[in-house]
Structures are given as C-alpha cells and as structure tokens.
C-alpha cells in the first residue's frame, strides 16, 4: 500500500452525530420469538458472518477490561494499523491513558433490526461510491440512522448513534481505526478525532452524541470490490426502548469459537454455529449464528446456569450471576484430546466477563 492509498484508507472512517430523538420510529415491532431469540442473527443465520463477529467480539472484550484494551492497542503490529499511527502521529502513550481511566461497560447484543438498517446503509455508501453519500430530505434516500426505525428497532431518545467506515482490510484493523479514532490529519496532535466519537460507540462510552448505554448493536461488514472496498462496515448503536415487546437492554451475550490459530483472538472462520445456548431460570434459548454469536434476553437478575450444547461440541455448563446489566460468556472449544482444559475455559472467560461471578471449580462443568 502506498502513502497515498494509506492516507485515503485510513481518511475513510466518521461519525454519524444524530440526534436520536429526532428520528422516526416505526409503528409495529418485529416478534423476535417467544422461546427461540431469533433477532440476534438474520432469519437465514448468515449474520453475523465471521468478519462481522470479530467486530462484535472484539467491541466487547474491549467494553470487560479498557486499560487491557489500550495496551492492547498499543502493541498492534498489523501494517495497516502501524502506517495509520504513524501517518496522522498517533500519541499512544496518550491513548493508552485515556483507556486506562475509563469505565468498563457491559457487553451489546447483536440485533438485525439494527443490522438491516446498517447493511442498506452500506450500500447505498458502495452504490454511491462515497463515505458520506447525500441522504435525508426531498428525493434523497434515508440517512444511517433514519434506517433504524423504519427497520423496527424502537430507541429511546439519546440512545442511538452510529459508525460508519471505508477501506477496512479487516476487522482487526477496521476495529483499531474506530477504538483508536485516529484523524483527522496528521498536523494535529495528538493524532485522534476530537471527543473520539468512534471509541465512544465501541466503548460504550456516554457523550453528546448519545447520554445512554449502547445495549444493543448492529454491524454490517459488506465486502465490495468498489473503490470504498475491500470492506465497508457500519455499525447502529442502540439502548432499547424496553416498553416494546421484544427489546431488551440486559442480555446473555458471547461467542462459541475455536482458537484455530492460537493466537488468543476471535479470527473470522473460527465461529462455531448450530449451537444451542439456554439457561435454567428461563425457556428462552438461542442458536448460534455463522459466526458463532449468541445473545439471549435476561427478564430477572439472579444465579444461573448456561448450558451450550449441539454442533459437535461437549457440552458445557457455566455457572453465572447476572446483575443490572448484560454479562459476557464466551465458549472456547476445548483442543481435541483436550475437553479438561477446554472446560476450564469456559469458565475462566465466564469469571472474567461476568466480573468474577462464575463458579472457579471445573467440577461445576458438564463434560
């Protein structure tokens, strides 16, 4: 990649700054089932593929823990990310420390209502051949966020904003240039966008754009051989309007995948689908998507177990505690050979994400 195609790539990320409250909402709600959540993937199941749970898993391991977030960020070598820093002189000694003082915050559950309005965004970015196409008003299609209503997901007012981005080479880096927010040029220290408006959609993060919790989320990543290409990702961030059927702000939510590589991170191709995740305080379950993605709604807090099951893999049971707020559960596939440790897993992630609410003892696990 040349200076200039880097200098175009990484010029391709904004923030769409709408005022929720100023946006239509639809007059009927989408049923998202009443014993099978159905709204956490596309009715096909395709959605959230890999590409776009990387963005989801990678969004919400950074919300458990920000000041791991930071160091993490700090220490990417991918050479996009690196040729961004390094182009618009990234402070990241500065970015570390703002990472490190912000609040951690719960897990968003995918939701295709959100997702629908965030894919015909994207194309209409990939039709128009632009970051920011003319939207809104007389004879104009609608803008980002104007989609979020029409498609069914009901908001409250200042709990709806959005990301929109161009060039991506892949989630991780796609999810760099939003959590990093670098920009907007590289004569102006310390080499990220004013207030981070990005990192505050990912974070979670409360601002002018939006004063409520980002409970809900929906990411399109629509690949495109366009000159906007080799992705285009747009993300609607939403808090629930929970006086509507069939909206919620509090979630089981996580990821069931196999660390093919190694490496420690969700990697697209390695989502595990068709399995079944349930509790045993509620008849509501859900089935993973393509990318191996789940969210089930939480109507009371309390104890818990989450049982995974089906799609060739052992079974697991991970005892949890669930509060005001969504709680993170991953299921790492345990190494063949390896079901032991593998379980132990499960429950190390769900002590982490459940902020240390989970039974240590692997004796509490199904194998």
């Given at each position: 990649?040349?200076?200039?195609s880097?200098?175009?790539?990484?010029?391709?990320?904004?923030?769409?700054?709408?005022?929720?409250s100023?946006?239509?909402?639809?007059?009927?709600?989408?049923?998202?089932?009443?014993?099978e959540w159905?709204?956490?993937?596309?009715?096909?199941?395709?959605?959230?593929?890999?590409?776009?749970?990387?963005?989801?898993?990678?969004?919400?391991?950074?919300?458990?823990?920000?000041?791991?977030?930071?160091?993490?960020l700090?220490g990417?070598?991918?050479?996009?990310?690196?040729?961004?820093?390094?182009?618009?002189?990234v402070?990241?000694?500065?970015?570390?420390?703002?990472?490190?003082?912000l609040?951690?915050?719960?897990?968003?559950?995918?939701d295709?209502?959100?997702?629908?309005?965030?894919v015909?965004?994207?194309?209409?970015?990939?039709?128009?051949n632009?970051?920011?196409?003319?939207?809104?008003?007389?004879?104009?299609?609608?803008?980002?966020?104007?989609?979020?209503?029409p498609?069914g997901?009901?908001?409250?007012?200042?709990g709806?904003?959005?990301?929109?981005?161009?060039?991506?080479?892949?989630?991780?880096?796609?999810?760099?240039?939003w959590?990093?927010?670098?920009?907007?040029?590289?004569?102006?220290?310390?080499?990220?966008?004013?207030?981070?408006?990005?990192?505050?959609?990912?974070?979670?993060?409360?601002?002018?754009?939006?004063?409520?919790?980002?409970?809900?989320v929906?990411?399109?990543?629509?690949?495109?051989?366009?000159?906007?290409?080799?992705?285009?990702?747009?993300?609607?961030?939403?808090?629930?309007?929970?006086?509507?059927?069939?909206?919620?702000?509090?979630?089981l939510?996580?990821?069931?995948?196999?660390?093919?590589?190694g490496?420690?991170?969700?990697?697209?191709?390695?989502?595990?689908?068709?399995?079944?995740?349930s509790?045993?305080?509620?008849?509501?379950?859900?089935?993973?998507?393509?990318?191996?993605?789940y969210?089930?709604?939480?109507?009371?807090?309390?104890?818990?177990?989450?049982?995974?099951?089906?799609?060739?893999l052992?079974?697991?049971?991970?005892?949890?505690?669930?509060?005001?707020?969504?709680?993170?559960?991953?299921?790492?596939?345990?190494d063949?050979?390896?079901?032991?440790?593998?379980?132990?897993a499960?429950?190390?992630?769900?002590?982490?994400?459940?902020?240390?609410?989970?039974?240590?003892?692997?004796?509490?696990?199904?194998?």
């Open positions: 990649m040349t200076w200039r880097r200098s175009r790539a990484v010029a391709g990320v904004f923030s769409i700054l709408v005022v929720a100023a946006l239509p909402t639809r007059s009927t709600a989408e049923s998202c089932g009443s014993i159905v709204c956490h993937k596309t009715a096909d199941g395709l959605h959230p593929d890999g590409v776009e749970q990387a963005f989801v898993w990678l969004m919400n391991r950074a919300r458990q823990n920000p000041a791991a977030e930071g160091t993490f700090a990417l070598e991918d050479p996009f990310v690196v040729g961004a820093e390094d182009f618009y002189g402070d990241l000694g500065l970015m570390q420390d703002e990472f490190d003082v609040a951690a915050k719960a897990p968003a559950a995918f295709r209502r959100l997702y629908a309005a965030a015909l965004h994207a194309a209409l970015m990939i039709d128009t632009s970051l920011d196409p003319d939207c809104g008003g007389q004879g104009n299609p609608p803008c980002q966020l104007n989609r979020v209503g498609a997901f009901f908001f409250q007012a200042n709806l904003r959005g990301n929109a981005l161009g060039f991506a080479p892949s989630a991780i880096a796609g999810h760099a240039a959590n990093i927010d670098w920009g907007p040029i590289p004569s102006n220290p310390p080499g990220m966008q004013p207030g981070r408006p990005h990192r505050n959609g990912v974070m979670g993060t409360p601002d002018a754009i939006a004063t409520l919790d980002m409970t809900n929906g990411l399109a990543a629509v690949p495109t051989a366009g000159e906007l290409g080799p992705l285009v990702v747009v993300a609607n961030h939403a808090n629930a309007n929970t006086v509507v059927p069939d909206h919620f702000d509090r979630f939510v996580g990821t069931v995948w196999e660390d093919i590589d490496d420690a991170l969700y990697d697209p191709g390695e989502g595990r689908s068709g399995v079944a995740v509790t045993n305080v509620s008849t509501r379950f859900a089935v993973t998507s393509a990318g191996g993605g969210a089930i709604p939480v109507i009371a807090p309390g104890a818990m177990q989450v049982t995974f099951s089906g799609g060739g052992p079974t697991a049971v991970v005892p949890v505690s669930v509060g005001a707020t969504s709680v993170l559960v991953d299921y790492l596939v345990p063949p050979g390896a079901a032991s440790s593998g379980a132990i499960v429950l190390a992630l769900a002590l982490l994400r459940s902020g240390g609410s989970a039974n240590p003892d692997p004796s509490a696990i199904d194998r």
